[in-house]
């Protein structure tokens, strides 16, 4: 069986988790699966949009995922493992800030969007400023247990849009399976993210991703875990960080500090405007959780790495 490989066509999609969903495909465990991604809009933008497009977005379309399959012999109670093996090349993608959506949606009612181009393997935000590609998909899951169609925006236990971006080559994500046959999507792929995401887009870009899958039965778990091959960012860890903190009673509100004291040093130090550095600290910065013992206030760091800048 582990010689086999299907492949999942980029027409084979839907919008939001229902069990009462039809199977595109249905496979052993142990089969390598090849699923083609359509971008987070849903197809809406492309290489010649513009920030108008972005105010157009018909929100019904975006998110899509390429599904589901059907995994044989997976029952309620069941651990899926989902084994990232490869991506597919992308030549471009995109990254917006779409009114009414982010970590700082009330400080940014504008629509702003950045195309990128991928073709040449790199990812470049600016002269001097370059990102390094690492390909992961944003929303992965199974089906809910409850019936009924339920939007794919938030993550949940199913495992969902939960933009891990740590879910590359290599990795292992391991879901609990609620109905027969798991009916496992994929979608969402992005070219490059900071953990948090916090414009609201990543590197949005369509491509290929392929995975096998593994059953592990009768070792139920209630929410999604994953395993890494190595250390999570060596891509960036080579030249250090510049760090900024913000502290709250709230953690969401200590996130939107760090992230706002990072955009000021972004447009200070490197010149950009607010919104370039937005869209900056999503695809580049991450968010750690500092501390979460010392009430009544929490911290929140926002990591720059110093190696995208050349």
């Keep these: 069986m582990t010689g086999q490989r299907y492949t999942v066509h980029r027409h084979q999609h839907h919008f939001g988790w229902d069990n009462a969903l039809e199977p595109v495909l249905e496979v052993e465990p142990g089969v390598a699966v090849e699923f083609e991604v359509v971008d987070a809009s849903g197809g809406q933008l492309h290489r010649g949009s513009t920030a108008a497009d972005v105010a157009a977005l018909d929100f019904a379309r975006v998110?899509?995922?390429?599904?589901?399959?059907?995994?044989?012999?997976?029952?309620?109670?069941?651990?899926?493992?989902?084994?990232?093996?490869?991506?597919?090349?992308?030549?471009?993608?995109?990254?917006?800030?779409?009114?009414?959506?982010?970590?700082?949606?009330?400080?940014f009612p504008e629509p702003y969007l950045k195309i990128w181009?991928?073709?040449?393997?790199?990812?470049?935000?600016?002269?001097?400023?370059?990102?390094?590609?690492?390909?992961?998909?944003?929303?992965?899951?199974?089906?809910?247990?409850?019936?009924?169609?339920?939007?794919?925006?938030?993550?949940?236990?199913?495992g969902g849009n939960m933009?891990?971006?740590?879910?590359?080559?290599?990795?292992?994500?391991?879901?609990?399976?609620?109905?027969?046959?798991?009916?496992?999507?994929?979608?969402?792929?992005?070219?490059?993210?900071?953990?948090?995401?916090?414009?609201?887009?990543?590197?949005e870009a369509p491509m290929t991703i392929t995975v096998r899958f593994h059953l592990h039965r009768e070792q139920s778990i209630a929410e999604p875990r994953y395993i890494l091959p190595g250390p999570p960012t060596p891509e960036a860890d080579a030249r250090g960080y510049y760090v900024t903190t913000g502290f709250a009673p709230d953690l969401l509100e200590a996130a939107r500090k760090a992230t706002r004291f990072?955009?000021?040093?972004?447009?200070?130090?490197?010149?950009?405007?607010?919104?370039?550095?937005?869209?900056?600290?999503?695809?580049?910065?991450?968010l750690r959780i500092s501390e979460v013992v010392d009430?009544?206030?929490?911290?929140?760091?926002?990591?720059?790495?110093?190696?995208?800048?050349?």
């Design 163 to 203: 933009d891990i971006r740590h879910l590359t080559r290599g990795a292992r994500l391991f879901l609990p399976v609620w109905v027969e046959g798991a009916l496992f999507s994929v979608g969402d792929t992005h070219a490059a993210q900071g953990d948090g995401e916090v414009c609201g887009t990543a590197i």
């Design 295 to 310: 009430a009544p206030n929490w911290l929140v760091s926002a990591f720059l790495p110093q190696a995208i800048f050349r």
């Design 262 to 286: 990072q955009i000021e040093h972004l447009q200070q130090a490197y010149g950009l405007s607010r919104e370039e550095a937005y869209v900056l600290a999503s695809v580049a910065v991450d």
């Design 63 to 107: 998110n899509p995922v390429t599904g589901p399959v059907f995994v044989k012999g997976a029952r309620p109670g069941d651990v899926l493992e989902v084994e990232i093996l490869d991506f597919g090349r992308t030549e471009w993608g995109w990254t917006a800030i779409i009114p009414g959506f982010g970590l700082l949606a009330d400080e």
């Design 117 to 158: 181009d991928l073709s040449g393997g790199k990812a470049e935000f600016a002269p001097g400023i370059e990102i390094p590609i690492k390909p992961f998909p944003g929303t992965i899951g199974v089906a809910l247990p409850e019936p009924g169609l339920h939007s794919i925006v938030p993550p949940r236990q199913n």
